[in-house]
């Protein structure tokens, strides 16, 4: 699954996905896929994150109390 940063446009392969679907995790393991060359993995904060058609991505996946 890829997602885009906000800031830049970049398209980041998630790599943890337990991590990025659970509402207790702030960030997440990604990798970068920017230039020809295979990037190193790193932390990317889900609030800097949007689906790469601009959709935010769901309540359910940042905030623990989504239910309240």
């Keep these: 699954m890829y997602l885009k940063d906000k800031k ?11 991590a990025l679907i659970d509402p207790f995790q702030t960030a997440f393991e990604g990798r970068p896929h920017a ?6 993995p790193r932390r ?12 935010p991505l769901p309540r359910c ?8």
């Design 35 to 40: 230039g020809e060359e295979l990037q190193e």
């Design 8 to 18: 830049n446009g970049d398209l980041i392969e998630v790599l943890d996905m337990a």
């Design 61 to 68: 996946w940042i905030d623990p109390h989504y239910r309240s």
């Design 44 to 55: 990317y904060e889900k609030a800097e994150m949007v689906f790469p058609s601009d959709e």
